[in-house]
């Protein structure tokens, strides 16, 4: 799955390395050096996933997590860090962080972990849009009923 990726990062260089291993395997790449216009970009335009760094100068990766969760419930965020902790992995994975991977990462894992993240938002939209389908072929807004005692069975239902 080609997928549009934000990627966040304060040092230019790291969000390029990262943007250019993406790209590799065929993912639109949008880097960000500021986490206000990575917001701004997220309440524009679609991506399917957000990778962004923990340490930054105007706002930490979690604060970023947070607002990038309230903004789209179903992106899947992917946190990039040198400074892991386990409390700041719990921290991420209590905000609905997908998973997080540790600076100097393995371009192979990092792939890996991207995969796995954008595999689960497609089954996600795929449900998401059959329950829509049946919904809307099966849903009690197209049973027809004339008799005064079906027609109470389905107010109730």
Same mark, same amino acid.
């Given at each position: 799955?080609?997928?549009?990726?934000?990627?966040?990062?304060?040092?230019?260089?790291?969000?390029?390395?990262?943007?250019?291993?993406?790209?590799?395997?065929?993912?639109?790449?949008?880097?960000?050096?500021?986490? =206000?216009?990575?917001?701004?970009?997220?309440?524009?335009?679609?991506?399917?996933?957000? %990778?962004?760094?923990?340490? %930054?100068?105007?706002?930490?990766?979690?604060?970023?997590?947070?607002?990038?969760?309230?903004?789209?419930?179903?992106?899947?965020?992917?946190?990039?860090?040198?400074?892991?902790?386990?409390?700041?992995?719990?921290?991420?994975?209590?905000?609905?962080?997908?998973?997080?991977?540790?600076?100097?990462?393995?371009?192979?894992?990092?792939?890996?972990?991207? =995969?796995?993240?954008?595999?689960?938002?497609?089954?996600?939209?795929?449900?998401?849009?059959?329950?829509?389908?049946?919904?809307?072929?099966?849903?009690?807004?197209?049973?027809?009923?004339? =008799?005064?005692?079906?027609?109470?069975?389905?107010?109730?239902?």
């Amino acid at each position: 799955m080609n997928a549009r990726i934000a990627v966040l990062d304060d040092e230019h260089r790291m969000a390029e390395v990262l943007a250019m291993v993406l790209r590799r395997d065929g993912h639109e790449v949008e880097t960000f050096n500021e986490a =206000s216009l990575c917001l701004a970009a997220l309440e524009t335009a679609r991506f399917d996933l957000l %990778m962004t760094d923990l340490k %930054m100068p105007e706002m930490d990766g979690v604060e970023v997590l947070r607002r990038a969760k309230a903004l789209l419930p179903d992106l899947p965020v992917i946190l990039v860090t040198a400074h892991a902790t386990v409390k700041t992995a719990i921290s991420a994975m209590r905000e609905g962080a997908f998973d997080y991977v540790q600076k100097p990462f393995a371009n192979e894992a990092c792939r890996a972990l991207v =995969s796995r993240a954008l595999e689960v938002t497609r089954l996600s939209r795929e449900n998401r849009r059959l329950r829509g389908a049946l919904l809307a072929r099966y849903g009690l807004d197209h049973v027809v009923a004339q =008799s005064p005692g079906m027609s109470a069975v389905l107010d109730l239902a």
